[in-house]
């Protein structure tokens, strides 16, 4: 652990650098000490117990763990030899296994009446950074915790970097306990799950899990890349901008001569012509105009899949080369939607501007149709469809991200075709392994499925660009070149 | 059990009776026999509930593993572990995975046939009924009901430890991504394909 890291977890800091925040606690120097180290535990003497009162929860029926069957048995057997046999010892051994059968019968596992806090950080990290989250739960119940486990519910999106997100120990009542760990933030809405304590007797042989809501979330908005200049084609807007039309007028690329007419500015007639024929000749010169763009992210269930199971999901790579693509589109004066293919809903509508640039960021950050999991809700497609298609203007063409791991997104790219909208796709391979000789047949079949889909769509006139291990920007680049208009 | 229960009330009450009063302890009969007997009841019924262990897991709360990030499904798994089914599962039961096995490269193969030569899905799903698709008899014999599989590979999917079905899977998945990528699993490409075939290439 870093002394840059070690200062972050300090609450010290934490409390000076979050005036707004709840530092929780009693305000007893001893626990700010203890906060250096993210795995410790300290415990101390409950100040004003007054002021906890026990955080919402729910507790399920507490159950026989089994640690202790048999040991009856053994007593009895033990017994009984010692009588056969007449060893006054053995009889007392086993009368001392009594004490144990016992003591496995004594105390039940209660509800852990816990007052927990947790504190993060920093509640709107950078992706990538470290934040340190600190839990503290007090024992407000009157009866002591014999054996405590608290385990938090780290979100399904974030991964802890140092320490575990768990702690063992005895509390007695009024007693607390602090336990603190890093995550590493990554792009989302991040909303952590209850805590869950697991309180046993003292023999360990009756055990019940509470479940403690303590609401606290963490947003990471990443910043937008700026993308690579993505060739859109040529369906566009009555708006000037810069897709180059086959339209002649004012813009700066030649297109093509006329004959004078009166009225025609003089800056564009062709002087040179005039000089060499004695005519008058007008250059028109290639309009540019704004397009309206929808882009769409594939986030449906398949569609977050990875070519390896630790590594950012195709909606990462998607969602990233949709940030690109965004702030590149606005900057030029097209006009730019979202829209996710998710069971959630999720739709901003084509504009421009600073305060469009900004929802579009946050759109893509922590809308939860997008979120860095899939959801659990189904999917209808139809239903879908029909929605995305009442709301996409008709002039719109659509960028539309999908991993293309199944025929969904190859059905709709050609629909939305056959709609009259340009559909490009653009395509993360998850598909891509580092070595062909040690990929799975399954994984190869996937990746020749995949390759299909991609020849039919090329097939059907609509342009994919794909990208695996090489940059998003480096695939537009290598297709831009390709590609006539 | 109640019979059971009332002989054990019964006997623990005979004992407080005797504990209380010593007289009553001559009316009973501490012979070697009696003795020994009910020293070996004890060790009966303790094994009896020391047996209850065996077979008794112990319980406890799972509590997971939330610092872990949640896991990627990858791209093929589903697949494989399909495979892994059919080809260790007896003839009989393995049936309905080897099928789906059969079905979901019987697709792939009719897609990319159709496409390569140009023809309809009906004469492509006629090609690979056939085994004529593709000139790796393996391959063929594993999407054909007319082929069979070369001897080799009858021989070696017999061996303890290896499947003719494994080896004809793989074999099949080898001759698709041939015929979609133009290079084989040596990473050789394959002579008389042209550079726009890769995947990479392609264009409107």
Redesign the interface.
Known sequence: MTAAERDRVDPATTAASEPDEVVGGDGDPASTDDGTSPAATDREDGGDAARDSPTERRALRAFDTGRWVGVTGVALTLVGIGIALRQPGTVLVGAAAVGYGLYARLGEADEAELAVEREVSDRTPDPGDAVTVTVRARNVGDAPCLDLRLVDGVPPGLEVVAGPARVATALRSGASVTFSYAVRASRGDHEWGTIRAVVRNAAGSRERLTELETPTRLTCTPELAAGGELPLRGLTTVSHGRVPTDVGGSGVEFYATREYRRGDPLKRVDWNRRARTGELATLELREERAATVVLLVDAREPAYVAARPDADTAVEASVEAAGAVFTALLAGGDRVGIAAMSPRDCWLPPGAGTDHAVRGRETLATNPALAPTPSEDRFYRTLWRRRFRRRLPGDAQVLFFTPLVDDVPVDTARRLDAYGHLVTVLSPDPTASASRSTATPGRRLAAVERRERIRTLRGAGIRVVEWGDRSFAAAVAGANGRWSR | MRPLAAVGIAAVAAGFLVAVDRGLASTLDFSWVV??L????????????????RG??????D??E????????????????T?ARAASARRRRGRAARDDVRS??RA?AV??VA?ERNCSRERAAELVEEGTWTDDRTAAAFLSRSASYPLRDQIRGGLPGRSTFRIG??AA??A??RA??G?D???QRVPGRSETDD??????
């Open positions: 003795v020994t009910i020293g070996l009841l004890g060790v009966i019924q303790g094994v009896r509930y020391a047996s209850a262990r008794r897991e112990r319980r406890s709360t509590l997971g939330p610092e872990r990030r949640e896991r990627a499904a990858v791209p093929g798994a589903d697949f494989d572990a495979v979901r490269v792939a897609r990319t496409r899977v793989t998945v080898d698709l991504e979609t990528t290079i699993a040596g990473g995947g990479t290439g392609g264009s409107e």
